[in-house]
T-cell receptor
């Protein structure tokens, strides 16, 4: 069974540009999460999809960030326009359900550098 | 307030020895889950072990065990018989009612031959 995949693995852009990150969850996982680790800080929750619906987007830093999940399959996270403080590693995770024992399986992350 | 605290930024351990990674948590929920993840230098986050707040037994998964002390709100990870491949950063995380994970700062483990 394929794990969570993320693309690209690295992205270097200039301030003001747009970047789109993609996440493909494990097949059959309805729940998809985005997290971010900014340099020197803890990994922080960004948002949670159940199928194609946003269940919780309380962690999204501001309206420069837009997440979508087309047809309840893959998800994209767009940053427009990117700022220097957006640099970090963006992780995607998926789980089959929301039960107490439903483990979130993480992808390898996308390292975003904004210059 | 910090929900997950990992007080050890880095640790060294000799190959074949055991190592304990500390994790304390803060929650007012009765039902919650505690997770440990491993992040090797390649960057991926690998799930290691889970402990539910109502589980009476400490969780074990191969060489990993979780020393769960509910009254003290601690969930320490024990890695037995350390191997060179165990060198990585280890994160403790908690899931409360809202299903999102709260992470600690991580502990870097270096296994020496």
């Amino acid at each position: 069974e394929a794990g969570v995949t993320q693309f690209p693995s690295h992205s270097v852009i200039e301030k003001g540009q747009t970047v789109t990150l993609r996440c493909d969850p494990i097949s059959g996982h309805d729940n998809l999460y985005w997290y971010r680790r900014v340099m020197g800080k803890e990994i922080k929750f960004l948002l949670h999809f159940v199928k194609e619906s946003k269940q919780d987007e309380s962690g999204m830093p501001n309206n420069r960030f837009l997440a979508e999940r087309t047809g309840g399959t893959y998800s994209t996270l767009k940053v427009q326009p990117a700022e220097l403080e957006d640099s970090g590693v963006y992780f995607c995770a998926s789980s089959p359900g929301q039960g107490a024992r439903d483990t979130q399986y993480f992808g390898p992350g996308t390292r975003l550098t904004v210059l | 307030a910090q929900k997950i605290t990992q007080t050890q930024p880095g640790m060294f351990v000799q190959e074949k020895e055991a190592v304990t990674l500390d994790c304390t948590y803060d929650t007012s929920d009765q039902s919650y889950g505690l997770f440990w993840y491993k992040q090797p230098s390649s960057g991926e986050m690998i799930f290691l072990i889970y402990q539910g707040s109502y589980d009476e037994q400490n969780a074990t998964e191969g060489r990993y065990s979780l020393n769960f002390q509910k009254a003290r709100k601690s969930a320490n990870l024990v890695i037995s018989a350390s191997q060179l491949g165990d060198s990585a950063m280890y994160f403790c995380a908690m899931r409360e009612y809202d299903y999102k994970l709260s992470f600690g700062a991580g502990t870097t483990v270096t296994v020496r031959a």
